[in-house]
């Protein structure tokens, strides 16, 4: 032993490590008897694990990666015991992509599979590297009902059960709703149609020339039969969609969205229906619904639970849109009669509604990007 | 698509938080990862070797030990925590065991301090001492942890025993880092110069810490220009040493000469001390790569703190203090890093972070230290003025 060296090194070499120690990240969602989950490892933790440099020149490819795909997931599910309820859970892996994490690559494994029953308590038994490297941490985050829990793996907590909280059919309802709502606050193209058809609300079309209305009564039925109908009908599609009787391709649906929103913003510039805005709103609504259903899809429905998740999320849908609606109505109508809204708001507003929108036409029905933000 | 747009329409306000997606490549030629030890390595070829040869007989004490030292060695080259853990894994069968081998224990207690364990370090440190009184190793480990401790009337301890049992050069260092520590630091420069002088022979590893610690002596003395030139010398030793780097880079950041530190640390964007002052000296030139290295490292700090790791928060004060402009998180973590560790450089956040919070009352166990210590270093004797002139 080169005792000598040592010695002298000691001296000021305490909290040397200048690294960020080995982690994996683990992300599970549990959900009814599902499992599911995303396992993220460093690469260079499963090259001295299991040796991915096929070619020893030091530099790990993805070629390389892809060719050990199937032994990294049999390394790391072999070091993943899930329980419940005293039975095993099985998981297989599922799709395997990589990630740059801030200290270099990381394979990403998601993975599913499914308990015996209905899970309420969940027990992780984590041994990734535990031979290897007991320095070696596992980071859990567990979610279960929208909640989300942590946890830290290691050699000395290698065990560890969570207990599930039951979730209520109010939180469910509630949670659901939040993602409605949240959903048509950044749904832009949702909310520039709706204000297209509601921009003319506070004007009467006579003789070819916008004017504006005398009265408040009139504008707010206007815009009560527009949302109504919007509202009708895009519930009749998103449950039809999410209940999986009828199925859109997700292009075709996201192209006439983006086609709706300029033919409304272009009624306002060459007014072709006026009065009957409504039947307007219902006919597209529909297709709006399909959209709706798309992130509803995204987000998971949860099974036993999913009349309630539906309507959660359709009257969070309404109430985010009936937030923008009374935002606009009392200010519209202020504004009704001045140069500002009708010409700058109103015309000007609508062509760069009609712009935004063609180009969204044009990216999703040729699935090009044209604005790269 | 349409959160682009909304990306775009608020300017990134609601995005800025997006963590690029994982992602399938597009290319098998792609490079992911560039290992830190290529496989054809001497050091490779060696570590695989003395892995079979423990794989086939894992308690053979011997094979596992030579082990854990190369990969001890590894850690210290590359401040890599992944080394240690290697290192733990090779001494396995004697790790829990309450009395292992005298060797196993004084190298578990290396690897214990690693992690900051210094309580579980010192305990086998202690026993291994009563055991054989004249391991050196064991004793120098002990100074060390003494110094970072600031228990000076234990660390002197320590060096008288080095001075009986140990080399020459060994017990200087012990006792010229004690004495430049505590305010003794021209004659330790004197001593310590000597005897490097005398021992030309001397391994390049070890003459890049006498040279980093003769710079260190020299700036408390206030002779900037010598230790500039020790600096110099130990950097053309071609040792590849992270606290040579990490102190010529505060050297060259104090000085006001970040364009000086940018293509010192370019490669060194891994290891996250010399992340820090890469990206210090990038922010003092305004180059657009610090906002890039800022939020790396601000990634690494969660990342630590949630896996429970303290093992950074002397420079999680400094990034905190320096580069978020987050004055009162800097000064709770460099309080926090006060109980732990009280170096010099422990003192300097906890000066800096209290003065720029205008808490003198914080910096006071700092303010004690530099009293008791009678550390001589002129810019920490600056901190404090201006932390006594504050109270008053």
Request: charged content about 25%; some cysteine.
């Amino acid at each position: 032993m080169k005792v000598f060296l040592a010695l002298l090194l000691a001296l000021g070499a305490t909290s040397a490590l200048a690294h960020k120690p080995s982690d994996s990240y683990l992300a599970l969602r549990v959900e009814g008897a599902g499992v599911s989950g995303q396992w993220d490892i460093a690469l260079r933790d499963l090259d001295f694990a299991i040796g991915l440099d096929e070619n020893g020149d030091g530099d790990i490819t993805w070629g390389e990666v892809k060719a050990h795909r199937a032994d990294i997931a049999a390394y790391a599910l072999a070091r993943l015991k899930l329980r419940s309820a005293d039975a095993d859970c099985p998981v297989r892996s599922t799709e395997f992509l990589v990630d740059d994490h801030s200290d270099g690559a990381y394979s990403v494994m998601r993975f599913a599979g499914n308990c015996p029953a209905e899970v309420e308590s969940i027990e992780i038994s984590y041994s990734l590297f535990a031979d290897l490297d007991p320095q070696h941490k596992g980071l859990l985050r567990l979610e279960h009902g929208g909640a989300t829990r942590t946890g830290i793996f290691g050699p000395e907590r290698a065990t560890q059960a969570f207990e599930l909280a039951k979730i209520s059919a109010l939180d469910q309802f509630l949670d659901y709703g939040r993602e409605g709502v949240w959903h048509i606050w950044i749904g832009l193209d949702h909310i520039l149609f709706l204000l297209s058809l509601l921009l003319p609300a506070v004007l009467a079309l006579e003789a070819g020339r916008w004017h504006a209305i005398e009265r408040f009564p009139p504008a707010f039925w206007d815009v009560f039969k527009i949302v109504t109908s919007f509202t009708v009908a895009h519930s009749i599609t998103l449950s039809l969609a999410a209940l999986g009787v009828v199925s859109l391709p997700s292009r075709l649906v996201e192209s006439a969205i983006a086609a709706s929103v300029v033919l409304a913003a272009l009624n306002n510039v060459y007014p072709l229906v006026h009065g009957r805005r409504w039947m307007v709103a219902f006919a597209f609504g529909l297709i709006h619904g399909f959209g709706f259903a798309s992130v509803l899809r995204d987000l998971g429905l949860p099974e036993g639970a999913l009349l309630v998740a539906l309507v959660g999320f359709n009257l969070g849908v309404e109430a985010g849109q009936l937030a923008i609606v009374s935002a606009f109505l009392p200010a519209a109508y202020a504004l009704r009669a001045s140069w500002f809204y009708r010409r700058l708001v109103f015309i000007g507003g609508s062509l760069v509604i009609v712009l935004v929108a063609g180009i969204w036409l044009i990216e999703r029905a040729f699935n090009i990007k044209v604005i790269t933000p | 698509m349409t959160t682009d747009w909304l990306c775009a329409l608020t300017l990134g306000l609601i995005c800025g938080a997006a963590h690029a997606a994982p992602y399938v490549p597009k290319d098998d030629a792609q490079i992911l990862e560039r290992l830190p030890v290529r496989p054809g390595d001497p050091i490779a070829r060696q570590l695989r070797r003395l892995r079979a040869a423990l794989a086939t007989d894992p308690r053979n004490l011997g094979t596992a030990l030579e082990l854990a030292e190369r990969y001890f060695e590894l850690a210290g080259a590359e401040g890599d925590p992944r080394y240690v853990g290697y290192a733990q894994a090779a001494l396995g069968p004697w790790w829990n065991v309450p009395d292992p081998p005298l060797e196993a224990r004084v190298m578990r207690a290396i690897l214990k301090q690693y992690s900051h364990d210094f309580s579980g370090a010192m305990r086998d440190l202690e026993a291994a001492t009563r055991e054989d009184p004249s391991d050196a190793l064991a004793w120098s480990w002990r100074a060390a942890i003494d110094m970072v401790e600031a228990d000076y009337a234990a660390a002197r301890a320590d060096c008288e025993v080095l001075k009986r049992i140990a080399g020459e050069l060994d017990a200087v260092g012990c006792v010229t880092h004690l004495d430049a520590t505590t305010g003794k630091a021209a004659a330790a420069y004197r001593v310590l110069s000597g005897v490097l002088a005398r021992n030309p022979a001397t391994s390049p590893e070890v003459k890049v810490w006498v040279l980093t610690r003769l710079a260190e002596m020299s700036l408390r003395q206030r002779n900037t220009r010598q230790a500039e030139e020790h600096f110099r010398a130990a950097l053309a030793l071609g040792v590849r040493d992270q606290f040579l780097l990490g102190a010529w880079a505060d050297f060259l950041l104090d000085r006001g000469r970040p364009a000086e530190v940018v293509p010192l640390l370019r490669e060194w964007v891994r290891s996250d001390i010399l992340l820090l002052r890469l990206a210090l000296a990038e922010k003092a030139l305004d180059a657009k790569e610090a906002k890039e290295h800022i939020r790396a490292l601000k990634e690494r700090f969660q990342a630590a703190a949630l896996r429970g790791d303290k093992l950074h928060q002397q420079e999680e004060a400094r990034f905190n203090l320096y580069l978020l402009g987050d004055k009162e998180k800097a000064l709770a973590l460099a309080r926090e890093n006060w109980k732990l560790q009280r170096e010099p450089r422990d003192a300097r956040v906890l000066l800096e972070a209290a003065l720029a919070e205008k808490n003198p009352a914080a910096a006071q166990p700092a303010l004690e230290w530099l009293e008791r210590s009678g550390h001589e270093d002129p810019y920490l004797r600056g901190l404090a003025a201006k932390l006594k002139a504050l109270k008053s």
